[in-house]
């Protein structure tokens, strides 16, 4: 478990029954910046499934083409996911992968806002480098810096 002490011990009063989560959940930098990661696994999830009806509905004759561009998407929604349950168990690792995720965004956000499309994809693109920006500060924060070396 952790090196931590027991508060409860000794006081004769019953543990409370909770998993390997204890009534400590961390920093907020850090607890908002797992939240941020879910957020954007979720929305990323909800992307590929959105394509995944929409080639299904209209009826597409390159359906191996599509299987491994929505691929992509699946497996950063899962990695994304899996960062911040290493980040809630506190473990270093999942703040190098956060921020390598983070990372591989950056150049879709840059073609988001700078190519020739609608004002909405820029609008999007801004909201998610804005996103990006601050997963990464939250993750990098010398309070969750802390709670992860801890």
Known sequence: MTDRPDPVAGTGAPKPATPDV???DGPLTLRVGVLVLW???VLVAVL????I???VRDGTDQLEWAAWI???????AAALYYAGR????RR??????????????????FFMVTGESDAWVKVLGGLIGLSVIACVALVVAPASRQALTA
Do not use: K, N
């Open 22 to 24: 204890l009534a400590d």
């Open 39 to 41: 957020i954007q696994a």
């Open 48 to 51: 590929a499934v959105a394509e």
């Open 53 to 55: 009806v929409g080639l």
């Open 70 to 76: 929505i691929a992509g998407p699946l497996v950063a």
């Open 86 to 89: 290493l980040l809630i168990h």
């Open 92 to 109: 270093l690792a999942g703040r190098g992968l956060a921020v390598a995720l983070q990372l591989c965004a950056v150049p879709v956000v």
